[in-house]
């Protein structure tokens, strides 16, 4: 769906916008959703041109049997204390938005000094919520995805592109 070439224009691309953002902010503090944006973010990260620290939060949907489950659970929280921190949130994909949803309403009660989103891909098609991230790699057809950190039953993590697997969604 996407090859190597289009992600790393795109990554180029969002990291000159995002430093461009963030030019007059003492620094920006990166929270990758775990684990689908390993790779994404650290692409992401090792382009941009301003001051960054990287933190990590992962949660878990309740049960396994309907995706996606409208009930989150945090299951690893950030190291940093957020409070008057520029934050920027940075998930591999947005589907039905559940999950941004959460994390904006969790690490924004937390007094950021700003709080936004990143997403490499989006299903326009799929969203649940009305959420819209600040910054957008790709929009994508509702199908399942693989490749560049995102995972079918944690298969195809490592594929340097992003394909399309044949799988209910
Ligand atoms: O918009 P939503 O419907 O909430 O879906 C998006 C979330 O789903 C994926 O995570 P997943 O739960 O598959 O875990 P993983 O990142 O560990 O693969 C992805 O990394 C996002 O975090
Ligand atoms: N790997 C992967 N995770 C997802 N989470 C929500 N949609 C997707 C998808 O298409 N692929």
């Given at each position: 769906m996407?090859?190597?070439?289009q992600?790393?224009?795109r ?5 000159r ?13 990166m929270v990758?959703?775990l ?10 990260s ?6 960054r ?5 992962a949660v ?9 489950s409208d ?21 591999d994909i947005?589907?039905?938005?559940l ?6 309403h969790?690490?924004?009660a937390?007094n ?12 326009p098609?799929r969203?649940?919520i009305?959420i819209t991230?600040?910054y957008?790699?790709f ?7 693989v ?5 079918c039953s ?15 969604i």
């Amino acid at each position: 769906m996407l090859t190597v070439e289009q992600i790393a224009r795109r990554v180029q691309e969002l990291s000159r916008q995002i430093s461009r953002d963030y030019a007059a902010a003492d620094e920006l503090v990166m929270v990758g959703v775990l684990r689908g944006c390993y790779i994404f973010l650290a692409d992401l990260s090792r382009a941009l041109t301003i001051r960054r620290r990287i933190d990590f939060i992962a949660v878990s949907a309740y049960g396994q049997q309907v995706y996606p489950s409208d009930s989150l659970r945090l299951i690893m929280d950030v190291r940093s204390d957020l409070a008057g921190q520029h934050v920027l949130i940075v998930d591999d994909i947005l589907d039905s938005g559940l999950t941004l949803n959460y994390l904006t309403h969790l690490l924004g009660a937390r007094n950021p000094a700003s709080l936004r989103t990143c997403v490499l891909l989006r299903k326009p098609g799929r969203l649940k919520i009305d959420i819209t991230p600040d910054y957008i790699g790709f929009d994508i057809p509702e199908v399942w995805v693989v490749g560049y950190g995102l995972d079918c039953s944690d298969r195809y993590r490592a594929l340097p592109y992003i394909g399309q697997v044949d799988r209910l969604i």
